[in-house]
């Protein structure tokens, strides 16, 4: 009996109420694909279509495109008899022409990171038989002429020739303009449109060396090949790079009949979300212009009127137009066309009840009729994010779980930055209005092009409007400012994104790229200016706007209430200071996981006996520089045990080489050996002494402490008499001492009982006693391969997940940015192993030795308290590896509280 093959399928199919793929397949589909198929299946209205599968992206960066065309070719071209079976239209037919769109889709949304070309297949034959067809030259050849600026600058590389420049296309419908004296492109006649295309194509010719492309297949190929190298473009791969998504994930390739929204004053586009997107509001809303293609929405080269009449009169009220202005000017779709409003909200309804989030879809208006062109779980502020998934909760649409997992960990972190202060803004100089197009406060001095906003440390990025090369300036910047576009705009989703501030469409400016001005009422501001955005009102400031500390409060804390319902593993803080540990607990911080004891030493009152104690060539000479910082350590731990009131608190020993402490410049030096009344010459001997030739591997941590034993009783001394005084108080103090460095089981038992024979010293002359744990950190690779024994004699581990990482790749952090950023392009490595915790590699011996040391003790208290302790990963990893606690920087609490109750829900799932 013959067995066959199973043939890959390559290419799905949709439309007509059918499809091949489903919401389920994004990974396979693409996020766009998957939702086009699901919108199929259930009725909405979507122009039928095709989606080539991420998979031949992949095999095309394998095998190249002569190989990748001829693989799927049978399946396209049947897939475009399918597409033509059901639009009544042929492919590059002179008569009854079906032109098709070509867009790309990843199975998480890039908005415009990717490419997208539309009114594909026309030609100069083509356009006739279209405009015959329609009875509407006009709206052919403005489809021919919008097809070969999208062709030629997407797929045949026609871009501006610096960055002073504007789009080539652009730069030759100005001068028309110009010459014709309008403003706007629907006042282009039919004899402009058609200059526009000879213009065009001569310009493409004079550019590239080659006639503009007139086969329809070619065109196609040409499109989908554009589409699959636009993956490892630099705006994707920087996307990625930022959101952490793989290289291999690749894009899929959707491709759709055309619907126009440019035929005339009874067809447009739009995009709107079932929710606010920036503030999470129940309200629909959204944006759309009048014979127009969804690319003019989003470029933000016309600004677009509200879909919705509240949506128009807030806009309006902002704006300053009165209501009769706005009517007559500014309608809303819900006042211009209200029966496909009305069909709008109802299929916008339908979709986030279905898929129970809130979305982000696409529409277009031909000649009367709507089509849905696309759907996607819309992107969002993190205060969006969190309202959004409390309302839902609230409204029975979503459980307590799927609220949780709703949440996105490293959103939150929007929420916990600066907001202005209340009583400074009633003292700022509003200069100009724009729309709140993503909340937040910025302030920083002005930058105009995306490539310097590293010029300063705080820029804000100003722009006529945004395109996706803007990407990696406005990721550094911390704001974005432009001229135009909408809330639709460019500028406008990728910040949302992002969760940076961003005041879009604020028409009152006039920039000048090339004398790098920004205009407003005759008051010009100059690149370097100081100015500051409200993403919340749309309001710009003039000057620099004082900030204050947000609040855990309305949605946000319900959150966190069940985040605490739901997580198992608990979340401490580093904090090294009292007011770093208010901080965190006000975030709902379980404890300290670290107190760093070497960050008090180098304030100016204590860096000088500090100093003397590593000059002093005597135990006596050490131990009298000691008694001077004693008071001040102890004042220190009392201040971090009252923030902490009845939470444990884990404080580690000196832990940095003493030659950081040590002045390392001339004049310091002598200051020091006058001070000190010893020669110049000592200090410097000193200083030579304690260089070492690898610090970090050198004489630090219990080493240090084993060496100067004096050290570690002065330290101990203070943490215990802070403890007694509190406990005088009626303060609860549960300190928790922790050893650093530990590598055998020796040096743990030296300096435990240099610790246990202080503490005991103290409660002696005290005549009263505290608890108090004694533990390691395991930093130290033998340290986890001798978990087992270390555990014999620790009240605790807590992994430093830092060094860890640092002695089992055998990278200098101090060094690795002159490779790692290298091995990171070429795929060595997936991320920086001293941000995302090496789950591999690092991971394994923190595994191991939190087994063995279980082994030994199986209440053995197990915690990290590296940089890795906030980064939601590697928090799901310990509490996969059964730790009890994670300990991160008091800003990254709220994040790892979520992670621990995902971690857990997931856990059940």
């Not at 389920?24 to 939702?35: D, E, I, Q, V, Y």
């Not at 090369?469 to 974005?480: C, P, R, S, V, Y």
């Not at 505290?770 to 581990?797: N, S, W």
């Not at 087994?851 to 590296?866: A, D, M, Q, Y």
Request: charged share 25%; aromatic share 8%.
């Amino acid at each position: 009996m013959e067995i066959l093959e199973e043939v890959k399928t390559r290419v799905y199919k949709f439309g007509n109420k059918n499809a091949d793929g489903n919401s389920s397949m994004r990974n396979l589909l693409g996020g766009k694909g998957a939702n086009l198929a699901e919108m199929s299946a259930i009725g909405i209205p979507v122009p039928p279509g095709f989606t080539i599968t991420t998979e031949v992206c992949t095999e095309y960066n394998e095998l190249g495109e002569v190989a990748i065309v001829e693989m799927i070719k049978p399946e396209v071209e049947a897939a475009i008899a399918n597409i033509e079976n059901l639009m009544g239209a042929s492919f590059g037919d002179k008569e009854n022409p079906l032109l098709i769109s070509v867009r790309s889709g990843a199975r998480v949304s890039m908005p415009g990171m990717m490419d997208t070309v539309l009114n594909l297949g026309i030609n100069d034959e083509v356009v006739l038989g279209l405009a015959n067809k329609t009875n509407n030259e006009q709206f052919a050849w403005d489809s021919y002429r919008r097809f070969i600026q999208m062709y030629g600058g997407v797929v045949l590389g026609m871009k501006p020739a610096s960055k002073e420049d504007i789009d080539p296309f652009e730069e030759i419908m100005e001068h028309l303009k110009h010459k014709r004296g309008i403003q706007l492109d629907t006042e282009f006649t039919v004899q402009d449109l058609k200059d526009l295309v000879y213009d065009f194509k001569e310009a493409v010719k004079k550019r590239t060396g080659h006639d503009f492309p007139t086969n329809p297949w070619d065109q196609l190929w040409g499109a989908v090949v554009a589409v699959f190298n636009s993956w490892n473009g630099d705006r994707a791969v920087y996307y990625r790079t930022m959101n952490g998504y793989p290289a291999d994930w690749g894009t899929a390739v959707n491709v759709q009949a055309m619907v126009y929204g440019n035929m005339g004053d009874n067809s447009g586009t739009g995009v709107c979300f079932t929710r606010d997107a920036g503030t999470g509001e129940n309200v629909f809303n959204g944006e759309y212009l009048i014979n127009a293609q969804g690319e003019d929405v989003v470029a933000g080269v016309r600004t677009p009127q509200q879909i919705t009449k509240l949506g128009s009169q807030r806009w309006a009220e902002l704006a300053k137009i009165e209501e009769e202005d706005r009517l007559e000017n500014y309608p809303s779709l819900e006042e211009l066309m209200p029966s496909i409003f009305k069909e709008l909200n109802g299929y916008q309804d339908i979709l986030e009840k279905h898929y129970r989030d809130m979305q982000d879809m696409e529409f277009t208006i031909q000649d009367g009729k709507l089509w849905i062109l696309q759907t996607r779980n819309g992107k969002r502020t993190g205060a969006a994010m969190v309202k959004i998934a409390m309302d839902l909760l609230k409204e029975g649409m979503i459980n307590e779980k799927e609220a949780l997992l709703m949440v996105e960990p490293n959103k939150l972190d929007e929420l916990l930055h600066p907001i202005f202060d209340p009583s400074a803004l009633k003292r700022a100089h509003v200069i100009a209005q724009g729309l709140p197009a993503s909340p937040g406060a910025a302030t920083g001095k002005i930058v105009f092009f995306a490539d310097e906003a590293a010029k300063f440390k705080n820029s804000i990025l100003v722009r006529i409007e945004t395109s996706p090369e803007d990407l990696e300036g406005m990721n550094i910047a911390k704001g974005i400012l432009t001229a135009r576009g909408g809330m639709t705009s460019h500028a406008a989703v990728v910040a949302r994104g992002m969760g940076k501030c961003c005041v879009s469409g604020a028409g009152a400016l006039k920039i000048n790229y090339k004398t790098r001005t920004l205009t407003v009422d005759g008051h010009e501001y100059h690149e370097g200016d100081w100015i500051s955005l409200n993403g919340s009102t749309g309001n710009i400031f003039e000057g620099k706007v004082a900030t204050m500390e947000p609040e855990l409060s309305g949605e946000f804390a319900e959150l966190m209430e069940l985040t605490d319902k739901y997580g198992k593993m608990k979340v401490r803080t580093n904090a090294d200071t009292p007011k770093d540990a208010q901080v965190a607990r006000s975030f709902g911080a379980q404890g300290i996981g670290l107190t760093r004891t070497e960050h008090m030493f180098f304030e100016v009152d204590r860096i000088k006996a500090m100093r003397e104690m590593i000059l002093a060539d005597t135990v006596k000479g050490r131990k009298q520089a000691l008694e001077e910082l004693l008071p001040m350590q102890r004042s220190d731990f009392e201040g971090i045990f009252e923030a902490m009131e009845g939470l444990s608190v884990t404080i580690r020993l000196l832990d940095p080489p003493l030659h950081e402490f040590v002045p390392h410049q001339l004049t310091t030096q002598k200051e020091l050996a006058e001070d000190m009344h010893i020669s110049l010459q000592a200090v410097k001997n000193k200083v030579a002494e304690l260089e070492e030739f690898n610090p970090m591997l050198g004489h630090r941590g219990c080493r240090l402490g084993n060496t100067y034993p004096e050290i570690t009783e002065m330290q101990t001394r203070a943490i215990i008499e802070a403890a007694l005084n509190l406990k005088e108080q009626g303060i609860i103090c549960k300190p928790e001492i922790m050893i650093p460095l530990v590598g055998t089981v020796k040096e743990f038992e030296a300096q435990e009982q240099v610790i246990r024979a202080t503490a005991d010293t103290v409660f002696e002359e005290r005549n009263d006693t505290v608890e108090y744990l004694v533990g390691t950190m395991i930093e130290v690779p033998r340290a986890a391969l001798m978990a087992d024994l270390i555990a014999e004699k620790a009240d605790f581990f807590s992994f430093g997940t830092n060094d860890l990482t640092q002695m089992t790749f055998g990278y200098s952090r101090d060094d690795v940015g002159k490779f790692l950023p290298i091995y990171i392009e070429k795929g060595i490595l997936k991320v920086d192993p001293f941000e995302v915790l090496d789950q591999e590699g690092v991971g394994q011996l923190v595994k191991l030795g939190t087994e063995r040391g279980r082994s030994t003790k199986p209440n053995l208290k197990v915690g990290i308290c590296g940089e890795h302790g906030g980064e939601p990963s590697s928090v799901e990893f310990c509490f996969n590896t059964g730790m009890d606690y994670v300990s991160c920087s008091p800003y990254r609490v709220p994040i790892a509280r979520l992670v621990s109750a995902q971690a857990a829900i997931k856990a059940k799932m």
